[in-house]
């Protein structure tokens, strides 16, 4: 949707993000988001504060 959004402002998308639905991924899910290519990745219960090589865990802001 985000990829969608920012075709129709005429911009190309600057990071290729994913947020895992549920916020539940493993280590499988993040082999393969490293090898397609995802700049960043946002979970649930990620790392708060992650280094780069954990920035396909980053945890998201809760709006609660």
Same mark, same amino acid.
């Given at each position: 949707?985000?990829?969608? !959004? /920012?075709?129709?402002? #005429?911009?190309?998308?600057?990071?290729?993000?994913?947020? &895992? %639905? &549920?916020?539940?991924?493993? $280590?499988?899910? !993040? $082999?393969?988001?490293?090898?397609? #290519?995802?700049?960043? #990745? *946002?979970?649930?219960? @990620?790392a708060? *504060? %992650?280094? *780069?090589?954990?920035? /396909?865990?980053? +945890?998201?802001? +809760?709006? @609660?």
């Open positions: 949707r985000i990829t969608y !959004l /920012w075709q129709q402002a #005429g911009r190309k998308m600057p990071y290729k993000l994913i947020a &895992y %639905p &549920y916020g539940r991924y493993d $280590n499988e899910v !993040l $082999n393969s988001v490293r090898s397609m #290519g995802y700049d960043l #990745g *946002f979970a649930v219960a @990620g708060p *504060f %992650p280094s *780069f090589e954990r920035r /396909w865990e980053i +945890s998201r802001i +809760s709006q @609660g």
